[in-house]
C-alpha cells in the first residue's frame, strides 16, 4: 500500500495553466500504473491520463493535446500538467496507483480541487 497526496491546485482563468502533483509516501517503481482521475460537481469519476513504468501514456480525449502527464520514479512523483484549461476541466483531481497493468486501482489519494473560471 501507498499513501498519495495532491498538490497543486487552485483557481486558474479559461486558458491559463496548472500543474497539479502527486507525492506517494514510498517508491512507484513497483507500481506499474500511476494515473490522474478527475469528478467534476453532479458527474462520475473520470480517468484524465495514465502512465505505465515503462512511460507509456494515454490520455482522454478531451484533454490530449493539452494535459501531459509524467512520473519520477527517483522523487515518487507523479505530475499533471494541464495548459489551456477550460471552465469543464473544473473538478476535484484524485492520483491513484496500481501495482498491476489492469484492473481496479490499489490506492488513492484524497484529491485536490481544481476551479477553472471563464
Known amino acids: 500500500q501507498v499513501r498519495l497526496v495532491e498538490s497543486g491546485g487552485g483557481l486558474v482563468q479559461a486558458g491559463g495553466s496548472l500543474r497539479v502533483s502527486c507525492a506517494a509516501s514510498?517508491?512507484?517503481?513497483?507500481?506499474?500504473?500511476m494515473a490522474w482521475y478527475r469528478q467534476a460537481p453532479g458527474r462520475q469519476r473520470e480517468l484524465v491520463a495514465r502512465?505505465?513504468?515503462?512511460?507509456?501514456?494515454y490520455y482522454a480525449d478531451s484533454v490530449k493535446g493539452r494535459f501531459t502527464i509524467s512520473r519520477d520514479n527517483d522523487k515518487n512523483t507523479v505530475l499533471l500538467q494541464m495548459n489551456s484549461l477550460k471552465p469543464e476541466d473544473t473538478g476535484d483531481y484524485y492520483c491513484?496507483?496500481?501495482?498491476?497493468?489492469?484492473?481496479?486501482?490499489?490506492?488513492w489519494g484524497q484529491g485536490t480541487q481544481v476551479t477553472v473560471s471563464s
Open positions: 514510498r517508491s512507484i517503481r513497483t507500481m506499474n500504473t
Open positions: 502512465i505505465s513504468v515503462d512511460g507509456s501514456t
Open positions: 491513484a496507483a496500481r501495482q498491476k497493468y489492469y484492473g481496479p486501482y490499489d490506492d
